[in-house]
Antibody, heavy 118, light 110 residues
Framework: QVQLVESGGGLVKSGGSLRLSCAASGFTFSEYYMSWIRQAPGKGLEWVSYISSSGSTIYYTDSVKGRITISRDNAKNSLFLQMNSLRAEDTAVYYCVRVLGTWGFDYWGQGTLVTVSS | QSVLTQPPSVSAAPGQKVTISCSGI????????VSWYQQLPGTAPKLLIY???KRPSGIPDRFSGSQSGTSATLGVTGLQTGDEADYYC???????????FGGGTKLTVL
């Protein structure tokens, strides 16, 4: 069965860095676009970034451009999110998700909490 | 302020039907497919509808999606107490070159 398991979240001070990882299993990882979506405590969903199956196409939401980098290692079935210059407003649960069709996120990880303290 | 507009809450009685609207503009809903998600408290969102009207395997046909112009609608028939959750719409915005979501709608089954 499809599984997405995030790791790497935690408490970090404003201006600090974190690297989130997502281990994928149960499907051919290299054939799927992947994305990161976050949810601040008590708030709605916010799309963060996505990466094409080969890694050649990447997009980011404006608020993270220049600070966050998405990448993948298809040989290791892994997705990453390098987060630098973190701000209080980056505090959220970060979900690793698989893209289905043209626009749909069909499998979600359990999420990893990132807390940025000022 | 979310790019897509959803009503904050909707409610209906068990067994009834409810619709949740999602409003956008040409650059997002007007030119791209919409997806819908259900989020139960304390859990990750679950995909209900993708590419505007397709259901993933395992999603009952009580859930339906439609899209016209710059708006999309999620329909839920035969409401059950287990349908009480937050519902989100999402799509791609071609002008922003970014994914966008609505602010979410809380469904209460009275």
């Amino acid at each position: 069965q499809v599984q997405l398991v995030e790791s790497g979240g935690g408490l970090v001070k404003s201006g600090g860095s974190l690297r989130l990882s997502c281990a994928a299993s149960g499907f051919t990882f290299s054939e799927y676009y992947m994305s990161w979506i976050r949810q601040a405590p008590g708030k709605g969903l916010e799309w963060v970034s996505y990466i094409s199956s080969s890694g050649s196409t990447i997009y980011y939401t404006d608020s993270v451009k220049g600070r966050i980098t998405i990448s993948r290692d298809n040989a290791k079935n892994s997705l990453f999110l390098q987060m630098n210059s973190l701000r209080a407003e980056d505090t959220a649960v970060y979900y690793c998700v698989r893209v289905l069709g043209t626009w749909g996120f069909d499998y979600w990880g359990q999420g990893t909490l990132v807390t940025v303290s000022s | 302020q979310s790019v897509l507009t959803q009503p904050p809450s909707v409610s209906a009685a068990p067994g009834q039907k409810v619709t949740i609207s999602c409003s956008g503009i040409t650059s997002n809903i007007g030119n791209n497919y919409v997806s819908w998600y259900q989020q139960l408290p304390g859990t990750a969102p679950k995909l209900l509808i993708y590419d505007s009207d397709k259901r993933p395997s395992g999603i009952p046909d009580r859930f339906s999606g439609s899209q016209s112009g710059t708006s999309a609608t999620l329909g839920v028939t035969g409401l059950q107490t287990g349908d009480e959750a937050d519902y989100y719409c999402g799509t791609w915005d071609s002008s922003l070159s970014a994914g966008v979501f609505g602010g979410g709608t809380k469904l209460t089954v009275l």
